[in-house]
C-alpha cells in the first residue's frame, strides 16, 4: 500500500512541476489560476463525489459510511486538541494561522486524487464522510480561528456549497438505487477524469508564487509541516488502528485524508480577515512537497500498527 501511494504522490509531484512551468511561462495566470480553483472547487470535486455514490447498494458501504463519519469527527477532534498543545499562543507569531494549518488538510483537492486513485469511488464513498466534517468544523472552528469572531451563521453556508449538495443528492440516488441514465454517466465520468491533473496542477500555479529561499530558510515552516504531516497523522494512527472491525479501505481513507498537506481555505480566509495570507501560503507550498515523502511513511507505519495491535 505504501509503494502504491508513493507511486501516486510522485505522479501528482510531477503533476505540480507541470503546473510551476505553466505558470513561470506564463501559460497560466494567477487570476486564471483563482478561476481554475474556482472550477474544481464548485464542478469538478462535486461531480467526483456524486459519481462515488452511483454504486450498487450494499448494507455494509452504509455501516462503514456511518463509522467513517465517526472516524473522521474524532481525528479532527483530535487534531484541534493537538494543535494547542503544540502550538502555544505567543505575541508576534502567527499562531492562528499555525494552529489551523496543523488541523485542516487539503481533503478534497489532494484528497480527493489520491484516494480515488488508490481505491476508486469506494474510497472516495467513504471520504465524503471526512469532507463533511471538515465543512462543518471549519466554518465553526476554523472561521472563529483566523478571525477571531465567534459568527456561526457560516455553518448555514455550509450547506449551500456544491460540495455538500453533491454529497446529499449522492446519498438520495445511493439510497433509492436511482442511476443515472448511460450518457449522462459517461459525461459526468469525463468531468471526474480531469480531477487529478488539474488539481495538481493548480496547486502547482499556486506554489509557484511564492518565495521557495524564503521558505527554505523560515524553520518555523518546518516545524509546523512536521506538526501536520507527521506528528499528528502519527498519533492519529494509534487510535485508529486500535480499534477493531474497522475496514481497511475506510481506516486508510481516514488516514490519507488527516495526513493530507495543510488546506488551501488557510490561505484564503487568510486574505478574506486580513491574516498573513503569504505565510498561509508559504506553509501550504512546503506541505505539499513534503507530503509526497510524508503521506507513504504514514500509511506504512499505521500498516505495521494495524498488524502489531
Known sequence: MASTILYKTAIMLILIGVGI???????????SNKELSKFMLQVVNPVVIFMS???????????????????????????????????????????EIERFSAVYSNCGFMGIPLVNAIYGNEGVFYLTAYITVFNLIVWTHGVILISGEKDFRQV??????PTI?????????????????????????????VNTP????????????TNMMK????????????????????????????????DDTVRMTVLIAAAAPPATMCTLL???????????????????????????????????LTKIL
Open 21 to 31: 512551468m505553466c505558470a513561470k511561462t506564463g501559460l497560466i495566470s494567477k487570476s
Open 53 to 95: 455514490y452511483q454504486t450498487d447498494y450494499r448494507s455494509e458501504l452504509v455501516r462503514n459510511l456511518l463509522l467513517a463519519f465517526v472516524l473522521a469527527l474524532g481525528t479532527m477532534v483530535l487534531a484541534i486538541v493537538l494543535s494547542y498543545l503544540f502550538v502555544r499562543r505567543k505575541d508576534g507569531r502567527e499562531y
Open 156 to 161: 448555514v453556508k455550509v450547506f449551500y456549497s
Open 165 to 193: 449538495i453533491a454529497i446529499f443528492l449522492g446519498m438520495i440516488t445511493f439510497f433509492l438505487r436511482i442511476r443515472l441514465p448511460g450518457a449522462a454517466s459517461e459525461a459526468l465520468g469525463l468531468i471526474k477524469e
Open 198 to 209: 488539474m488539481a495538481m496542477i493548480v496547486s502547482g500555479v499556486t506554489i509557484s508564487g
Open 215 to 246: 521558505i527554505l530558510k523560515n524553520h518555523r515552516i518546518y516545524y509546523i509541516c512536521l506538526l501536520k504531516l507527521m506528528i499528528v497523522p502519527l498519533i492519529i494512527s494509534v487510535p485508529l488502528s486500535l480499534i477493531s472491525g474497522v
Open 270 to 304: 487568510s486574505l478574506r480577515y486580513g491574516k498573513n495570507s503569504i505565510y498561509a501560503s508559504e506553509i501550504f507550498a512546503a506541505g505539499t512537497i513534503l507530503s509526497v515523502v510524508t503521506l507513504p511513511l504514514i500509511v506504512k507505519t499505521t500498516e505495521h
